[in-house]
């Protein structure tokens, strides 16, 4: 999985590409969780992914706690139906703020 | 009639990617030259076979490197029957614990979320093989 960074409205939006299961949710969550010491405020952007399992919902969650703990918050976007479907199917999409555009989500964090 | 397709994967989380598309490509073959879409069909089976396979390797005895995990499908013209197989402890789905979703746990989707896309699951214990057997028709639940 490759996981892109790019800056929106002053805010990092990591945009993780191709598959999100089992194999690399570890390493996935890690990397995040080492960005959060940083960075407080994030966006993922689930646009590019093509694949979502429960390991990946297990790590946006951890993510999400992480930035809880630490203060600061977590926005998801998500533009394709089957990932938001596995979101649905266990409930994640009720804990997260989910935007259709990453600058939204961004921006979101200003208001 | 029925057609058969076999895997077999050595038990490690490298090879999930080719357990997971084993199981898209053969529900896609279910639907060659249709004009129908059936993507949500077919992602379905991707997702529950994927989370199959990820147990089945997680749980794996430690003290067998050399363990596999078997799939095998059945196509029907309107029905998907995978059976994934591993040796390691007894496992029955029916003990499975279902997440307390309100509470947003990192981990134990995988057999509930494979309860839910599927019409009927079922676990037995054959020769030392742990075998979960899931189903589902064309036009079953959504």
């Known amino acids: 999985m490759k996981l892109n960074k790019e800056i929106l409205k002053t805010r990092p939006v990591f945009s993780p590409e191709g598959r999100l299961d089992a194999s690399n949710a570890g390493l996935f969550k890690s990397r995040l969780n080492e960005e959060i010491t940083a960075e407080k405020e994030i966006v993922i952007d689930l646009s590019r992914l093509e694949f979502l399992d429960s390991s990946g919902i297990g790590a946006l969650i951890s993510i999400h706690r992480k930035c809880d703990k630490e203060r600061g918050g977590l926005k998801l976007v998500c533009q394709h139906d089957r990932i938001r479907k596995v979101l649905e199917l266990t409930r994640a999409d009720r804990l997260f703020d989910i935007y259709d555009e990453a600058e939204a989500a961004a921006g979101s964090f200003l208001k | ?102 509470s947003h746990p990192e981990n134990g989707y995988g057999i509930y979320m494979i309860k839910e896309i599927m019409d009927k699951v079922e676990t037995s214990r054959e020769k030392g093989w742990n075998i979960l057997t899931m189903s589902k028709k064309l036009g079953g639940k959504q």
């Open chain 2, 1 to 102: 009639m029925t057609d058969r397709l076999f895997m077999e994967i050595p038990s490690r989380l490298k090879y999930l990617r080719l357990a997971s598309n084993f199981g898209l490509n053969a529900a896609r073959s279910m639907f060659e030259g249709e004009d129908s879409d059936q993507n949500h069909f077919t992602e379905s089976m991707e997702l529950a076979l994927n989370e199959a396979v990820t147990n089945s390797i997680r749980h794996r005895n430690p003290d067998s490197p050399e363990a596999s995990v078997v799939v095998e499908i059945s196509l029907s013209p309107r029905e998907i029957t995978i059976r994934v197989k591993d040796t390691n402890s007894p496992f029955d789905s029916e003990m499975v614990p279902t997440p307390d979703l309100d």
